[in-house]
């Protein structure tokens, strides 16, 4: 959320030469949360969901993302404009409003800049809307890193994120994963937490991997 780091590369899945059908794709959009800031590659939340996905018979290739630590809705709309992601994708998420928190940014801006990106992430889905997963936004004021800060505060402003994030995801069509209850068991569990004191570790992205799971599989034709 407040380190800086690089988006993964970007990976397209290519068509097999035996005559198998080719690899579903998934496109994961996002923030820190999502680039997996502090643990390795294969502990990030969409890594962990495509080797659950796998491992109940879906082809799936490496998931494409496109994230990094630090940004908000608009820096996020940004970056999709740069990376030029190629759809239609048989899978695609969202999280990300964090750092509009953080910034102390509106909620009315929040509201809108997450409309639009949803209509993206829609899109770069082919237009089916029940591709497209979002999962609402963690609650960071449980880790070490909020010591000393206002937790209720931190907490009731990302819940009322939230209700904007549910409420947009309805009114979209898309399917909504709440990971923000088992983000606050970090509160009691020092494993929840990465080594930076602040973002998730990996034991935690499982968790939301899990989560995620039953949504991700409705989405894939595969529930």
């Not at 495509?50 to 940004?78: C, F, M, S």
């Not at 029940?130 to 505060?153: C, E, K, N, Y």
């Not at 968790?207 to 949504?215: C, I, S, T, V, Y």
């Amino acid at each position: 959320m407040l380190l800086a780091a690089c988006g993964a590369p970007a990976r397209t899945a290519h068509a097999p030469t035996d005559g198998a059908p080719a690899p579903r794709r998934f496109l994961a959009l996002g923030d820190s949360y999502t680039i997996g800031e502090s643990v390795a590659a294969a502990e990030r939340w969409p890594v962990q969901l495509a080797g659950l996905l796998r491992a109940r018979g879906v082809a799936l290739a490496e998931p494409q993302i496109i994230a990094r630590t630090g940004w908000t809705t608009d820096e996020l709309a940004a970056a999709i404009d740069a990376a030029e992601p190629q759809g239609p994708f048989d899978l695609v998420s969202l999280l990300v409003g964090v750092n509009n928190q953080y910034r102390g940014r509106a909620a009315g801006e929040y509201r809108a800049e997450l409309r639009a990106l949803l209509g993206r992430a829609v899109a770069l889905a082919g237009g089916d809307a029940r591709r497209v997963l979002v999962l609402s936004i963690p609650d960071w004021g449980v880790t070490p890193f909020a010591a000393g800060r206002d937790a209720a505060r931190i907490a009731a402003e990302i819940d009322a994120f939230n209700a904007i994030g549910r409420a947009e995801a309805l009114d979209a069509g898309v399917r909504y994963v709440d990971v923000t209850a088992e983000s606050r068991r970090a509160a009691t569990d020092p494993a929840l937490v990465a080594g930076d004191g602040l973002h998730p570790s990996g034991a935690m992205y499982a968790a939301w991997a899990a989560l995620a799971l039953p949504d991700a599989l409705a989405a894939l034709g595969a529930a």
